[in-house]
Every structure is written in structure tokens, then in C-alpha cells.
T-cell receptor, first 115, second 111 residues
Framework: EAEVAQSPRYKITEKSQAVAFWCDPISGHATLYWYRQILGQGPELLVQFQDESVVDDSQLPKDRFSAERLKGVDSTLKIQPAELGDSAMYLC?????????????FGEGSRLTVL | GENVEQHPSTLSVQEGDSAVIKCTYSDSASNYFPWYKQELGKRPQLIIDIRSNVGEKKDQRIAVTLNKTAKHFSLHITETQPEDSAVYFCAAGRNTDKLIFGTGTRLQVFP
């Protein structure tokens, strides 16, 4: 069964350092999402891509976060500089197409700890 | 924007009993309401979803009801089993765009 792949699974960094997370969606899925899940809370959408284009990044803290999906396939989420409050699980998800009331397939996530 | 509230935050039931989790949403334009189950250390997985043109949907022991007028929807699990223990998230949105998730309900099913 096809799955969304994410790496690294765990990342520990010191504040002010740069971190990057990678996501490879299910093959053929045009829409890719990055969510942040703080412990004890629900996932919060950071950015949504349709192919290589950003369709929603209204909740992305653009002063320190950036995301790209250059070829419309895999994606990278970067944080620079990391802050203590960025400690969370970063979940990538994909779906077949935008606006489809179908399933979001989540990856296993990248857990970030900022010291 | 959309706001989703979920209750209760924790729920403990005896095996075989029923469990009900409730969510309310604020955006009357929301038309898609999925429920995700997240086991400890694992990814969220869709267990059931409902669209705004349907009032109820059932899949074996799981059912979801939607009241568009009151803007609330509920997850019902009957004949609970220990493997149902997990965190359950509701979500609401316009299709899968900008899905807003609730804060989660930790369900514990005791044998």
C-alpha cells in the first residue's frame, strides 16, 4: 500500500539553528499539505500545494518558515531560525486533487524538539 | 474563519459500551466533515467522513451524524473494543481545503 514518506522521523536542534523536513507524497497525488501538531492538540494547516503552486500559506509564519515543492512532487519545509515554540510534530499529507472530498493520507510525521 | 470545538477531551468506557464524541463548527459553508483516528506514535488515519448533503453515515460499528442547522456532528462507536483506544480528531472544511481539526478526544476502552 502506498504511503506518504517523511524524514527525518525525529530531529533535535538548538534554538536559532536551521531545520528542514522532507515529504514524498503518494504517487499521483496533486495536493500536498504540511500540518503542525502541537502535543495535545489537533493538526494545524501550515501550507497547501496544488502541484508546484502554493494555494494557501495564510497560517505559515513566513518570517522563519518556508516551503517548496519545486517539481510538484516531493516537498521541503524549512525553519530558520528555530525557536523553542516550534517544538511539535510536523505532518505531511497528500490527497488526489484539490477540492476533492476524499481522504487525506498522512505521513508518520517529523517530531521536532528545539532546546 | 472556521473554528472547531471537540468534546470531551478524554473518554473512558468499558469494553462493549458505546462511545460518543461531539464537535461543533462555526463556518456554515463547511461541507466536509471527516473523523481521523490516531494511535499512539502513529499517523492520523481517516475512519469515516460525511458530506453536508447527508445526515448520517454508518460503517459497521462506527457512525457519524450531522446536524447542519445546529452546526454540530458526532462520532458514535458501538460495541467498543480495546483496539478502539486512540485519539480521535474531528475536522470541518470546504472540501479538503483548509480542513480545521478539533483538539482531539483520547478514548480509552478498558477490558
Amino acid at each position: 500500500e502506498a504511503e506518504v514518506a517523511q524524514s527525518p522521523r525525529y530531529k533535535i536542534t538548538e534554538k536559532s539553528q536551521a531545520v528542514a523536513f522532507w515529504c514524498d507524497p503518494i504517487s499521483g497525488h496533486a495536493t500536498l499539505y504540511w500540518y503542525r501538531q502541537i502535543l495535545g492538540q489537533g493538526p494545524e494547516l501550515l501550507v497547501q500545494f496544488q502541484d508546484e503552486s502554493v494555494v494557501d500559506d495564510s497560517q505559515l509564519p513566513k518570517d522563519r518558515f518556508s516551503a517548496e515543492r519545486l517539481k510538484g512532487v516531493d516537498s521541503t519545509l524549512k525553519i530558520q531560525p528555530a525557536e523553542l515554540g516550534d517544538s511539535a510534530m510536523y505532518l505531511c499529507a497528500s490527497s488526489l486533487k484539490r477540492g476533492n472530498t476524499g481522504e487525506l493520507f498522512f505521513g508518520e510525521g517529523s517530531r521536532l524538539t528545539v532546546l | 474563519g472556521e473554528n472547531v470545538e471537540q468534546h470531551p477531551s478524554t473518554l473512558s468506557v468499558q469494553e462493549g459500551d458505546s462511545a460518543v464524541i461531539k464537535c461543533t463548527y462555526s463556518d456554515s459553508a463547511s461541507n466536509y466533515f471527516p473523523w481521523y483516528k490516531q494511535e499512539l506514535g502513529k499517523r492520523p488515519q481517516l475512519i469515516i467522513d460525511i458530506r453536508s448533503n447527508v445526515g448520517e453515515k454508518k460503517d459497521q460499528r462506527i457512525a457519524v451524524t450531522l446536524n447542519k442547522t445546529a452546526k454540530h456532528f458526532s462520532l458514535h462507536i458501538t460495541e467498543t473494543q480495546p483496539e478502539d483506544s486512540a485519539v480521535y480528531f474531528c475536522a470541518a472544511g470546504r472540501n479538503t481545503d483548509k480542513l480545521i481539526f478539533g483538539t482531539g478526544t483520547r478514548l480509552q476502552v478498558f477490558p
